[in-house]
């Protein structure tokens, strides 16, 4: 996608325009709070706008130069390089330029829930959660478990974590939908090969002025919570139920021995699912928009498939297979499929701006 010379020129002076804003005596905090975060946002397209305007700059000075019989062989030598940087800085500024999801920058909320497979899907639902936990190591964002539903076997029927960090909801976005492991359980002593299944939602996570919630539209049922037996019962109704009259959503919260902790973790997993119910309720309206992602973001779609007896991760969404299922599994794999959904994204909604233009 070519962006022309004034597109570029406009960008730089948008850059001068929210300096000399900032620079005012009498800006208000409010204000210079919203215009440093244009400012954070402009920096990027900025940058690689003065990389393509440079490299257009010098690549007209090395035309010239080729009218020079004494400069022509090292004029086309470095031509030759500039012209290969080129296609690339101009992609770079094209995707910068692409409508961005206002979530991206945002915490996400983590939910995975065993699926069609019994005690081995929610093993995997387990494996799953420590990939995800070791991605979110290797990129310095903290994710805290919310609320978690344990199986006999050690893995989880249902687990809900918050994961913070910078750009969080945009690398993490595209894991919504299915994952389905092919392997041989632990408990199978026949050696036969089971396929399992998980599902994988990640919501952007919604703050207090996101999602106005009235008091009279919550239903508020306490309860003791339920444990393992013994001394983990615990014996005060600390466990927390609210339903959402208007919507009909309800979520549990009884990890915390407080019943304040479980309530605010509960509010906080229910602003986030009316934050995100809204959004695909948007989302709807702009279906043309919705076509370029990669995948529809359906819950109930098939992404992915870890086959274990081949070593291979497969997401069937982009056709991606790479035999490296261990080291997707202990998280860093895991940049490399993510880096790869995102490319493909940014392809696809390029190529709709190309048609629109």
Known sequence: MQISPDRIAAILRR?????????????????????????????????????????????????????????RAMAQEELEGLRARLPEAEHALAVSLLPRDAADSRPAML???????????????????????????????????????ASEQGGFKEVIASVTGTGVFARLKFESGVHRVQRVPVTESGGRIHTSAATVAVLPEAEEVDVQIEDKDLRIDVYRSSGSGGQHVNT??????????????????????????????????????????????????HAGARKAMVGSGDRSERIRTYNFPQGRVTDHRINLTLHRLPEILEGPGLDEVIAALIAEDEAARLAQLDMAA
């Open 236 to 285: 005060t109704d600390s466990a927390v139920r609210i339903t959402h009259i208007p919507s009909g959503i309800v979520v549990t919260q009884q990890d915390e021995k407080s019943q304040h902790k479980n309530k605010a973790k509960a509010m906080k997993v229910l602003r986030t699912r009316l934050y995100e119910a809204e959004r695909e309720r948007t989302q709807a309206e």
């Open 111 to 149: 939910e995975i829930r065993a699926g069609t497979g019994g005690d081995e899907a929610a093993l995997f639902a387990g494996d799953l959660l420590r990939m995800y936990q070791r991605y979110a190591e290797t990129q310095g964002w903290k994710l805290e478990i919310l609320s978690a539903s």
């Open 15 to 71: 850059q001068e325009e929210v300096q000399a804003q900032m620079a005012r005596p009498d800006l208000d905090p409010a204000e210079f709070v919203r215009l440093s975060k244009d400012y954070a946002e402009l920096e990027p397209v900025v940058k690689a706008a003065g990389e393509v305007a440079g490299l257009r700059a010098e690549q007209a000075e090395l035309e010239a130069m080729l009218a020079d019989p004494e400069m």
